[in-house]
């Protein structure tokens, strides 16, 4: 996540908040008596229900990644939960650039005591079956001066990070002859990136600190290196699962309610995003029989983690029906503190928002952040509130597990999550 800017909600906090309500009215849409039926619809959320959709999908099922058979189960799970709650249910699909890692290694044969712990670049290509052994050639970071200088010609291109995509290093490295190209971090830690799928050559992350002692290596004499990257690519289909609640007085204006429901490679996705997509599922559960004046459209999108194609291919066929908020659910079960973000459009979703949760005691703090599906639908104006739960060191990570999910915390998040949709959509009694 790039581009922090916070406003903390403390005393004067309020003043502000108090100010935003003045100065912005109630949101557009927002029908009479919405406040009425908070507190009976508010009170039956429960963060021990939406748990058992984490343990479900994440403990059960498993790491369910785009485009793979956990995929379709993870995406029955919530077709059934919907259906149950009586939702019109709907299978969006659509197809997505698919991209696994098989294997991935490096070793210099000259050194066997020098351990790497590469990453393949998300859709690099894959080496020769077996892997590829050539020397390795200094090419600084990868610009066409950089590269100018450095004989890359059937050799290993080692470059560091800065100034130029990836994608920009690897064509000039490929241009050069280069039959494969190490990347490392600019700064100790690990590093993951992304090629362009016509990149040719295959291209792998290093840290900062793996990437510096094969630059030493490199730096005293010519040394070899045996690199073995098999990948998978491909066209894929996958889905967004969307459950529609048509609404009673004004149908054809829509708010949708969203959550991310693949996982990364290797990862079971208990917080990233399990939770999200448990806490979409228990806003509504409660919400099945309260009548809305809008249309809410629960959606679990697939393949966010590969570029956020699902949001985006949901955005490009929205249809003529105006859209006039998203709820993005992402990552809502581990750490106390809650943003409610945007990134580069109207925050005036999200600072009704912020209105509703000082009214109901939740302590919150603005941000703007990209990263997940609500960027898609602010590519398209619509106003859109996200909410995230900053502090996992683990997520996209085999230790993102469903121990480290709280319940309390989901139950938080659904009530909030709850009376923005009730705030936006509209109760009707
Ligand atoms: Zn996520």
New binding site residues.
């Given amino acids: 996540m790039t581009l922090r800017r916070c406003i903390a909600f403390g005393p004067t906090a309020a003043g502000i908040l108090a100010a935003a309500a003045v100065l912005a009215p109630a949101w557009p849409g927002a029908v009479a008596g919405a406040a009425a039926a908070l507190p009976d619809v508010l009170s039956q959320v429960s963060g021990r229900r939406a748990y058992e959709h984490v343990l479900a999908l994440s403990q059960r099922i498993g790491p369910h990644v785009a485009g793979t058979p956990e995929d379709r189960t993870s995406g029955e799970y919530i077709a059934r939960r919907l259906t149950d709650d009586g939702y019109v249910v709907e299978w969006q699909e659509f197809q997505f650039p698919f991209f696994a890692v098989r294997a991935v290694a490096l070793t210099v044969p000259a050194s066997p005591s020098v351990a790497l712990h590469p990453h393949a670049m998300l859709y690099s290509p894959s080496t020769a079956d077996g892997g590829i052994t050539a020397e390795l050639a200094d090419a600084g970071i990868g610009r066409p001066e950089d590269i100018r200088g450095a004989p890359l010609a059937g050799k290993i291109a080692l470059i560091q990070r800065g100034s130029i995509l990836f994608r920009e290093k690897a064509k000039n490295a490929a241009d050069a002859g280069a039959v494969a190209v190490l990347i490392y971090n600019s700064t100790p830690g690990d590093l993951f990136g992304v090629v362009s799928r016509d990149t040719g050559i295959p291209v792998v992350a290093l840290s900062g600190a793996e990437g510096l002692q094969l630059l030493d290596l490199a730096h005293s004499g010519p040394v070899r290196v045996h690199l073995n990257v098999q990948t998978e690519t491909g066209q894929r289909a996958t889905w967004n699962i969307i459950g529609t609640k048509p609404g009673t007085r004004d149908p054809h204006r829509v708010l949708v309610v969203g959550a991310?429901r693949d996982t990364v490679e290797g990862a079971p996705?208990a917080n990233?995003?399990t939770s999200?997509v448990a806490t979409a599922l228990e806003v509504a559960e409660v919400l099945r029989r309260a009548p809305l004046a809008l249309t809410v459209r629960f959606t679990f999108f697939g393949a966010?983690?590969s570029g956020l194609y699902g949001s985006d291919y949901y955005v490009q066929h929205m249809g003529p029906d105006p859209v006039v908020g998203m709820v993005n659910l992402?990552?809502e079960g581990v750490g106390d503190r809650l943003e409610l973000a945007w990134d580069r459009g109207s925050d005036a979703l999200v600072r009704s928002a912020a209105r509703i949760a000082d009214r109901l005691g939740i302590p919150v703090t603005m941000q703007r952040s990209p990263?997940?599906d609500h960027q898609s639908f602010e590519r398209a104006g619509v106003p859109v509130v996200f909410l995230f739960r900053p502090d996992d060191p683990y997520?996209?990570t085999p230790k993102d597990t469903v121990d480290r999910v709280e319940p309390r915390l989901l139950e938080v998040s659904a009530r909030l999550a709850t009376a923005i949709v009730l705030e936006v959509a509209g109760a009707r009694r």
């Fill in positions: 991310h996705g990233d995003n999200g966010e983690e992402d990552m990263g997940s997520y996209d």
